[in-house]
């Protein structure tokens, strides 16, 4: 167990629609970071929060945004839904903002998220 | 464009073997490679990082090194057992990225 929690576990839902993903980080890490991983892509980091702020973003869509909260907890809302948006989404968290000296990520078991 | 490689066929090996696993990366200048090991339908799980001016890493009966000359990172699994049978990801940091670039993994079977 990771201390990562994601919620929920599964998500069936039809095109167009938009969904709330949620990961609570490990207790004490700052950093949380979401990550989709379809078969054909790999793991693609999605973006990153440091203590709140957003602080990296990669190759995340317009459809889709992220927040972090004061409690440090963090959704990933997927909005107009595609079948291609079929993946796992994983939360990882990290005490750091990264890079420096190390960057070991706690990833969470994911939320595997299907568009029907 | 920058690009990882890890193989993509399933290596096969004997328990007790040693298992090694490729990373091969171009057009980066990673300051930190990392490998996770990832079982199915699970979140990876981090296992170890190198930094680049580190040739050698050890835990256990884990081992990478790190080529920058030949871009290259190996993963070895010493005296291999079939609960170490998983998916293996390498993941490149450059310095002032911050973010792990993954590949897309090698699968690892071993077999009692």
């Known amino acids: 167990d990771s201390g990562v929690t994601q919620t929920p576990k599964h998500l069936i839902t039809a095109t167009g629609q938009r969904v709330t993903l949620r990961c609570s980080p490990r207790s004490g890490d700052l950093s949380v970071y979401w990550y989709q991983q379809s078969l054909d892509q790999g793991l693609q980091f999605l973006i990153q929060?440091?203590?709140?702020?957003?602080?990296a973003k990669g190759n995340i869509l317009e459809r889709f945004s992220a927040q972090q909260f004061p409690d440090l907890h963090s959704e990933l809302n997927l909005s107009s839904l595609e079948l291609g948006d079929s993946a796992l989404y994983f939360c990882a968290s990290s005490v750091g903002v990264a890079g420096g000296l190390i960057n070991e990520q706690f990833f969470g078991p994911g939320t595997r998220l299907t568009v029907l | 464009s920058q690009k990882i490689e890890q193989n993509s066929e399933a290596l096969n090996i004997q328990e007790g073997k040693t298992a090694t696993l490729t990373c091969n990366y171009t057009?980066?200048?990673?300051?930190?490679l990392q490998w996770y090991r990832q079982d199915p339908g699970r979140g990876p799980v981090f296992l170890l990082l190198?930094?680049?001016?580190?040739k050698e890493k050890r835990k256990e009966r884990l081992k990478v090194t790190f080529d920058t000359t030949l871009k290259q990172s190996l993963f070895h699994i010493t005296a291999s057992q079939p609960a170490d049978s998983a998916t293996y990801l390498c993941a490149l940091e450059s310095g002032g990225s911050y973010i792990p670039t993954f590949g897309r993994g090698t699968s690892l079977i071993v077999h009692p």
């Open positions: 190198i930094r680049e001016n580190e």
């Open positions: 057009n980066y200048s990673p300051a930190y």
């Open positions: 929060y440091y203590n709140g702020e957003e602080r």
